[in-house]
């Protein structure tokens, strides 16, 4: 069962930055792709980002060339850089890893909460 501690949420204001990170206690980190989704009251599940071993990087349209996901693969972690935040970024942010090999996001992180205001 892999694990997925996320840190870093909090409360920022409009135009500011936040840094989010997790740590996955998989022993085989390299073979799982890492990303973030998000999820705000009322609204559907989002995908924010995800990046691969290789450092292959996919962005949601709602947030590219705002935020950046980075992974230490030495460290099992990876990391979400989040500039320039909106009001509509208030979200429950999660960690989610999936193998290379499976087609769905299996294991997802308790999740932390990141609110914008105006």
């Known amino acids: 069962q892999v694990q997925l501690v996320e840190s870093g949420g909090g409360l920022a204001q409009a135009g500011g930055s936040l840094r989010l990170s997790c740590v996955n206690s998989a022993r085989t980190f390299s073979t799982f792709i890492m990303a973030w989704f998000r999820q705000a009251p009322g609204k559907e599940r989002e995908f924010v980002a995800s990046i691969t071993f290789e450092g292959n990087r996919k962005y949601g349209d709602s947030v590219k060339d705002r935020f950046a996901i980075s992974r230490d693969n030495r460290r099992n972690t990876v990391h979400l850089q989040m500039n320039s935040l909106k009001p509509e970024d208030t979200a429950a942010y999660y960690c989610?890893?999936?193998?290379?090999?499976?087609?769905?996001?299996?294991?997802w992180g308790q999740g932390t909460q990141v609110t914008v205001s105006s």
């Open positions: 989610v890893a999936r193998h290379f090999a499976d087609s769905e996001w299996r294991n």
